[in-house]
């Protein structure tokens, strides 16, 4: 048909399927059967790597993370390759150095990644900025996010007007970023259409089926005009994950839209993703939907990450009672959303105050330097009397946090000189020290 119009598909199964269903755990052995089908299926791009899964590679599974990307991509030439980069967090869970980023993204591209998918926990577009820049002078596509919460400060207004700031830093593409899945079908269609007379780039959708609500408000955001959507493998699909891939495309191909991705190719493709899910039994998580996360706002990783903290500190019986805490803990440090690393910051606090039972008695480092201003700024300036409580008198800063950064590269280089084999431990070892110096020792003993 003349008015088919094109919906872009990006699989994320290589990277939040496995990190949403199954703890981040699957190895690069288990991707590469079916690498050459991926290539063939006519996805625009394959999410398969940044978040949890470079740590990950590291402290569990002893792979070299570069190596996966290297691997994947002589199997898989043509569609894109995508990360999902913290801005200035990284892959970490604080602020690098910009030498770090800069060599990072670099280093990203020049491997075969070639779309970053760039985010901050608070919307700051200054956190952005750098890996904006960095993703552009590298030749990479840089996709820049507006991370979705719900608060009374976040408004459509608030998303169009960081997605204008973001389409002047030079992004190619726009992601709004429903972590959560709490973006309701209509309010994703009123977002899209008022991002869509704000700027003109391609606008991506990126939710969770945690509440159950995220295939309805993809088809609502297309038909608002949104370009691209992401999907995951059925077999992976759904919980705290993405739609299925297979049910997505199966929807907009029976309507005006065309989406070039090939379902035979899928039913394939899933058949060996079946098999991997039961072979990590053990970490592999059901597919229920938990509309708590419509009451709490709260991810589905979080919940898990909070009941897990509860139960370690002997504290089941405190459920309640710290998701009672959670949004006004969230509330006092003005409204961030719960993303990477914000989510832990928020449920670690929350768990303290009740732990306690008197609120700020005991403050997390993390929410200290939080409130000093060393993850950025906050949607709301925090109040006089909350930030007495948790730091007193000292001092908050106002420019970008990374800008009191020393460079660190140099010294990354000189820490590793007697384990370095390539160019990237180096930054593998500044992002993650511990689990680095792990990885090479175990590298010493039985390669790559």
Known sequence: MSDTRKIKITDTTYRDGHQSRMATRMSTDDMLPVAELMNETG???????????FDSALRFLKECPWTRVRKLRERIPDPGFMMLLRGQNILGYQHYPDDVLEAFVHATVE????ILRIFDALNDPRNMEPAIRATKDAGG???????????????VKHYVETAKKLEKMGADTMCIKDMAGIMTPYVGYNLVKEMKKAIDIPIHIHSHMTTGMALTTYIKCIEAGADIIDTCISSFSGGTAQPATETAVAILEDGDYETGVNLENLT??????????????????PANIDVRGLIYQVPGGMLSNLRSQLREQGMGNKWEEVMNEVPRVREDLGYPPLVTPMSQIVGTQAVLNVATGKRYAVKSKEVRDYVRG???RPP???SDDVRKQIIGDEEVLTERPAERLEPGLEKAREAIKDYIRKPEDALSYALFPEQAIQYFEHRKVHGE
């Open 43 to 53: 996805f625009w791009a394959l999410e398969m790597w940044g978040g949890a899964t």
């Open 111 to 114: 491997n075969g990644v070639n």
């Open 141 to 155: 596509h840089a996709q820049a996010t507006v991370v979705y919460t719900i608060s009374p400060v976040h408004d």
């Open 268 to 285: 394939e493709i899933n058949r060996h993703f079946v098999q991997v899910s039961e072979q990590y039994g053990e970490y592999f998580t």
């Open 374 to 376: 060393l993850y950025g």
């Open 380 to 382: 709301v300036e925090i």
